[in-house]
């Protein structure tokens, strides 16, 4: 079972993030990954086969430092557990996303997303919606709206978390038969996959309900 962690702070996410994985490792994993945004709008991401404590030594081989962030531990669905399968997942070098779930409609929409130019690196179904999301980006210019739009199109399970460069305060996450909850700061907020992995940042939470979709806006 896969495990999801985001935040979006005043200060640096890229320990809450870890301890957050750490946290979900219980739950079974091959893989675990990151993508922070960093204070210049640049997306950072980090993945590697095997245990969190692996990411974590890539990450401090090579800090991903930021105040917006996202991490995921995977249990390959869709596409063997590699490093270019694990989550995050990106469309261009500008938005990331990590995913839980199924995504059944995943080859219809491949096929077109192909046909509209986009390139695919991996063999899962999450990067279809990474794609799905930045194509409907580029028409509404909105992480939210994009997001919205994009979950219309989808068939299957899924919570996800989204970050984009250009909108470097929003984490932007939604869930339909796959749970996600909101972990509530001052100055801060966090999403999992299971609130567990927040109990060291906060204990107040609320729980995303069935075709949720909803967007952390930092205090920065
Ligand atoms: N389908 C995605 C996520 C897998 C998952 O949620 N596992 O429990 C993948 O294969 O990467």
């Not at 749970?179 to 700061?185: A, F, Q, T, W």
């Amino acid at each position: 079972m896969c495990g999801i962690v985001g935040a979006v702070s005043e200060r640096d996410v890229q320990g809450i993030l870890l301890e957050g994985l750490r946290r979900l490792e219980y739950r079974g994993y091959d893989s675990a990954g990151m993508a922070v945004i960093d204070g210049g709008s640049v997306t950072h991401r980090a993945r590697e086969v095997g245990k969190v404590a692996s990411l974590a030594e890539a990450i401090e081989a090579n800090p991903l430092t930021g105040h917006l962030g996202i991490a995921h531990t995977r249990w390959a669905t869709h596409g063997e557990p590699s490093q270019i399968n694990a989550h995050p997942h990106m469309s261009g070098d500008r938005l990331a996303i990590v995913h839980n779930g199924i995504i059944e409609n995943y080859q219809e929409l491949r096929d077109e997303l192909k046909t509209d130019g986009f390139e695919f690196t991996s063999q899962t179904d999450t990067e279809v919606v990474a794609h799905l999301i930045e194509q409907y980006y580029r028409k509404h210019n909105n992480l939210y709206d994009a997001v919205k739009a994009a979950i219309a199109r989808l068939r299957g399970a899924y919570a996800l978390a989204v970050v984009h460069a250009d909108e470097p305060d929003h984490l932007v996450v939604c869930r339909e038969g796959s749970p996600l909850v909101i972990g509530v700061g001052i100055g801060e907020n966090f999403i999992a996959s299971d609130q567990l992995a927040l109990l060291p940042v906060t204990d107040r939470f609320m729980f995303l309900e069935e075709g949720d979709i909803a967007t952390s806006v930092g205090t920065r």
